[in-house]
T-cell receptor, first 111, second 111 residues
Framework: SQKIEQNSEALNIQEGKTATLTCNYT??????LQWYRQDPGRGPVFLLL?????KEKRKERLKVTFDTTLKQSLFHITASQPADSATYLC??????????FGKGTRLSVIA | DVKVTQSSRYLVKRTGEKVFLECVQD?????MFWYRQDPGLGLRLIYF???????EKGDIPEGYSVSREKKERFSLILESASTNQTSMYLC??????????FGEGSWLTVV
């Protein structure tokens, strides 16, 4: 069956370091992969989208990679700040059916 | 900016009551979705709609129904609320093939 996993339920990191979050999937051939941020009690907010033919995408301090051979995406936040503390969700987008979300990784950036 | 508005932020209902959760989007999106989110279970898709008057079951449709009479509005109905439907409900919309926009969420407590 189709499966998407975010390896860490929670990740603690020191301010200024790079946070790396992992998303693995099986039995999918996604056209896109997306990352969202969710703050407590709020709806998720879109951050980045990467296509299957793209290896890497950047936006300010954020970087996403997409390896369709490994069936894995990595999400990096460089120079992390306490304001980056949130839950981060990855989502597979097959292109013609609803997105499938991972359960999320709760990131805490400690000052 | 795209806006997805959920009519009620917090609701408390009694077991057996019929509950309506309303969602309106202002960007003429074709696709609309209802998810519920519970600790440890992530986002789970209840129902979605590709267009007016169309509806498709998601992963957990039991105990729910939906209505989409107008393009901008997608309603989730709990026919007879039960305590195991206590959750945060998230509405979302998207243009096909693009990012998904979420509402702020509706916290439903069934007592």
């Amino acid at each position: 069956s189709q499966k998407i996993e975010q390896n860490s339920e929670a990740l603690n990191i020191q301010e200024g370091k790079t946070a790396t979050l992992t998303c693995n999937y099986t039995n999918y051939s996604p056209a896109y992969l997306q990352w969202y941020r969710q703050d407590p009690g709020r709806g998720p907010v879109f951050l980045l989208l990467i296509r299957e033919n793209e290896k890497e995408k950047r936006k300010e301090r954020l970087k996403v990679t997409f390896d369709t051979t490994l069936k894995q995406s990595l999400f990096h936040i460089t120079a992390s700040q306490p304001a980056d503390s949130a839950t981060y969700l990855c989502a597979l987008d097959p292109g013609n059916t609803p997105l499938v979300f991972g359960k999320g990784t709760r990131l805490s950036v400690i000052a | 900016d795209v806006k997805v508005t959920q009519s009620s932020r917090y609701l408390v209902k009694r077991t057996g009551e019929k509950v309506f959760l309303e969602c309106v989007q202002d960007m003429d999106h074709e696709n609309m979705f209802w998810y519920r989110q519970d600790p440890g279970l992530g986002l789970r898709l209840i129902y979605f709609s590709y267009d007016v008057k169309m509806k498709e079951k998601g992963d957990i449709p039991e105990g729910y129904s939906v209505s989409r009479e107008k393009k901008e509005r997608f309603s989730l109905i709990l026919e007879s609320a039960s305590t195991n439907q206590t959750s945060m409900y998230l509405c979302a919309s998207r243009l096909r093939g693009n990012t998904i926009y979420f509402g702020e969420g509706s916290w439903l407590t069934v007592v």
